[in-house]
């Protein structure tokens, strides 16, 4: 399984962009990268995944470096709400049980009035 | 519009205890998870589930055992409770799995429960 090493924690301004790196360098050709987060009481919630382009929907965009091997999650106009751990994670390909995740330690972001 | 859903949002049991740990799930999804959740640790994988009666161990399945005698519910428990499964446990189920060259909409999002924070004294 491909590993990503993220920053334990962040701060952003409310209102600026939210920019969280995440390395994944012994990742496969066949691995997606996922984004999911939690807030705080709350199970984890999935935001975006991509392959290899860069990906862009409601809640955040994707970047992915030409050679695969980070990535990084914008969010566009951080709230008080973004507050949460966003973690990183190489989609594990199993044909049986679908994608196992593996999640890791996970960047604390906390967003500041 | 709840999708997944855990018995308890707390519970305190003693050691020694059989404890069980229900998730029910509203979406027809053949996957399903069991994780726990430490400081430091991030979520580790305890056991899954890719179709009723069927089991497979995640990364820590010593102390615990599933169920999944019915397709929306997989039943993780704990034969005799000890004080370091003190944890978050944290369900999640996904549609099914998929070949490794999977389409790029077929993503297999995991939908997460609340989570159930047991306290093991």
């Known amino acids: 399984d491909a590993k990503t090493t993220q920053p334990p924690s962040m701060d952003c301004a409310e209102g600026r962009a939210a920019n969280l790196p995440c390395n994944h360098s012994?990742?496969?050709?066949?691995?997606?990268v996922y984004w999911y987060r939690q807030i705080h009481s709350q199970g984890p919630q999935y935001i975006i995944h991509?392959?290899?382009n860069n990906e862009t929907n409601e809640m955040a965009s994707l970047i992915i470096t030409e050679d695969r091997k980070s990535s990084t999650l914008i969010l566009p106009h951080a709230t008080l709400r973004d507050t949460a751990v966003y973690y990183c994670?190489?989609?594990?390909?199993?044909?049986?049980?679908?994608?196992?995740?593996?999640f890791g330690g996970g960047t604390r972001l906390m967003v500041k009035p | 519009d709840v999708k997944v859903t855990q018995s308890s949002r707390y519970l305190v049991k003693r050691t020694g205890e059989k404890v069980f740990l229900e998730c029910v799930q509203d979406?027809?999804?053949?996957?399903m998870f069991w994780y726990r959740q430490d400081p430091g640790l991030g979520l580790r994988l305890i056991y899954f589930?890719?179709?009723?009666?069927?089991?497979e161990k995640g990364d820590i399945p010593e102390g615990y055992s599933v169920s999944r005698e019915k397709k929306e519910r997989f039943s993780l428990i704990l034969e005799s409770a000890s004080t370091n499964q003190t944890s978050m446990y944290l369900c999640?189920?996904?549609?099914?799995?998929?070949?490794?060259?999977?389409?790029?909409?077929?993503?297999?999002?995991?939908?997460f429960g609340p989570g159930t924070r047991l306290t093991v004294l």
């Open positions: 999640a189920s996904s549609s099914p799995g998929l070949e490794v060259l999977a389409g790029p909409d077929d993503y297999n999002e995991q939908f």
């Open positions: 012994t990742i496969s050709g066949n691995e997606y």
């Open positions: 991509g392959l290899k």
């Open positions: 994670i190489v989609r594990v390909a199993n044909n049986n049980a679908g994608n196992m995740l593996t």
């Open positions: 979406m027809d999804h053949e996957n």
């Open positions: 589930s890719y179709d009723v009666k069927m089991k």
